[in-house]
């Protein structure tokens, strides 16, 4: 098992910049691969950045491309999402999950272990 915790979410102004963390506790961490979903209200989860399980390739989705950076600290057990720039429309829970799967596009079904979340709520 692993256990995933989320935190660093809040309220910002569009144009503001946070940076999410991901502890984790459990089995070992540096063996999984790691990723930062999305889920905006009303709306699918959706994959936002993710990395392989020694954090020495990544994936983002073109939205956040140049603007949002994912990194690992493996000798801390966390994972971090780095935000810049954010929008308005970037709104969601933010969700970090763990899984075992190649490093690509993943969906909901494709990670083992999940996070409760974090809210980040940008206001334009």
């Known amino acids: 098992q692993v256990q995933l915790v989320e935190s660093g979410g809040e309220l910002v102004q569009a144009g503001a910049s946070l940076r999410l963390s991901c502890a984790a506790s459990?089995?070992?961490?540096?063996?999984?691969?790691m990723g930062w979903f999305r889920q905006p209200p009303g709306k699918e989860r959706e994959l936002v950045a993710g990395?392989?399980?020694?954090?020495?390739?990544?994936y983002y989705v073109d939205f956040v491309k140049g603007r949002f950076t994912i990194s690992r600290d493996n000798a801390k057990k966390t994972a971090y999402l780095q935000m810049n720039s954010l929008k308005p429309e970037d709104t969601a829970d933010y969700y970090c999950a763990a899984g075992l799967k190649g490093l690509g596009y993943w969906v909901h079904s494709d990670m083992i272990y999940w996070g409760k979340g974090t809210l980040v709520t940008v206001s334009s």
């Open positions: 990395f392989n399980s020694s954090g020495g390739a990544t």
């Open positions: 459990g089995r070992t961490f540096s063996g999984y691969a």
